[in-house]
């Protein structure tokens, strides 16, 4: 099986523009949540989505948004862009929504702002 | 509120030495977690998680409800076992809402 599929690898903004990222995750799997990782704060949870729909936020701004097709394919968008919001974005795949189900990470989108 | 701790931004060992990688967390639920790796250049993993109370690579890690700990262990490091750790958090019985420490930088010396 293929593993998880984020696109575009790097992008390079300026403020105020908006940018979105996509993940393509595992065959077969129906959750994909998006993380932050700065040298800063670490890793930190932004959203997941289930079957299209939002179950869980994490503590970001209304700038930070996406969204889930009926493929299971989500798509990360961040509107008015901050030079705080330069960050490598990872998104993670699952098969189910069980707590205790491990995550498959994409490689990453890093993400600069200018 | 959810959180995960891992005292040590770096460890550095030899090869041959005992490692033991912390992590503690706070919750108030009854807690899944885990132990994340990335080796250079490599994508972040799953190493292992104490629902499963498996040995990858040699690692262990016990959950320690009363220390709320979640150490991870291993008697013998190896070069290969060189890599940034996390440890997470996945709530369990509500929201889920993946909590990572801010990682452990494992480097094991020839």
């Known amino acids: 099986k293929a593993g998880v599929t984020q696109t575009p690898r790097y992008l390079i903004k300026t403020r105020g523009q908006q940018v979105t990222l996509s993940c393509s995750p595992i065959s077969g799997h129906r959750s994909v949540s998006w993380y932050q990782q700065t040298p800063g704060q670490g890793l930190q949870f932004l959203f997941e989505?289930?079957?299209?729909?939002?179950?869980n936020k994490g503590n970001f701004p209304g700038r930070f948004s996406g969204r889930q097709f009926s493929n299971s394919r989500s798509e990360m968008n961040v509107s008015t862009l901050e030079l705080g919001d330069s960050a490598l974005y990872l998104c993670?795949?699952?098969?189910?929504?069980?707590?205790?189900?491990?995550?498959?990470f994409g490689s990453g989108t890093q993400l600069s702002v200018l | 509120a959810q959180r995960v701790t891992q005292p040590e931004k770096l460890l550095s060992v030899f090869k041959g030495a005992p490692v033991e990688l912390k992590c503690n967390y706070s919750?108030?639920?009854?807690?899944?977690l885990f132990w994340y790796v990335q080796y250079s250049r490599q994508r972040l993993q799953l190493l292992l998680r104490h629902i499963s109370r498996e040995s990858i690579k040699g690692f262990t890690a016990d959950l320690n409800k009363g220390e709320t700990s979640f150490h991870l262990k291993k008697p013998f490091a190896q070069e290969e076992d060189s890599a940034m750790y996390y440890c997470a958090l996945g709530a369990s019985g509500g929201s889920y809402i993946p909590t990572f420490g801010r990682g452990t930088s494992l480097i094991v010396h020839p």
């Open positions: 919750y108030s639920g009854s807690p899944e």
């Open positions: 989505y289930f079957s299209e729909t939002q179950r």
């Open positions: 993670a795949s699952r098969q189910g929504a069980s707590t205790n189900e491990k995550l498959f």
